[in-house]
């Protein structure tokens, strides 16, 4: 019993090349990445998220007619950007949630921050126009 050779793991050993990736920032991390089950809650909280946002909307939009006395016209034109505006902080907070190294680089955020941009923007002019 004494003669047993009980041998430990070398702690310098890496995973294999397989299981490992080198991320954008040059972080290793282990596994695949981003699997179909993650993609489709994402999905999903981006919708309720819609939904909300839509019942948001219609809120501004009627308070800005009601209680500001703008246009019926440039309120839901307000209404309509402020979705934008909430939706796409939605989609970026969700690809940041997913795999933030591999949806939080410039391809991605470029596009998603310009139509942010405009959105703020024609908000901006709806609230301040004089019809």
């Known amino acids: 019993m004494a003669e047993q050779n009980l041998n430990l793991p070398e702690l310098d050993k890496t995973p294999s090349d397989a299981q490992k990736t080198e991320t ?12 179909t089950k993650e993609i489709v809650m994402g999905f999903g909280a981006v919708l309720i998220a819609a939904i909300i946002f839509f019942v948001i909307k219609n809120y501004v939009a009627r308070m800005l007619v009601a ?63 004089k019809r």
Do not use: H, Q
């Open 24 to 35: 954008s920032t040059g972080i290793l991390s282990e596994g695949a990445g981003v699997n």
């Open 67 to 129: 209680s500001y006395k703008k246009s019926p016209r440039s309120a839901d034109m307000a209404g309509w950007s402020l979705f934008c505006i909430l939706l796409f902080a939605a989609i970026i907070a969700t690809l940041g949630i997913l795999d933030s190294a591999k949806f939080l680089t410039l391809a991605y955020l470029i596009p998603i921050g310009l139509a942010m941009l405009v959105s703020l923007i024609t908000f901006i002019m709806a609230l301040l126009s």
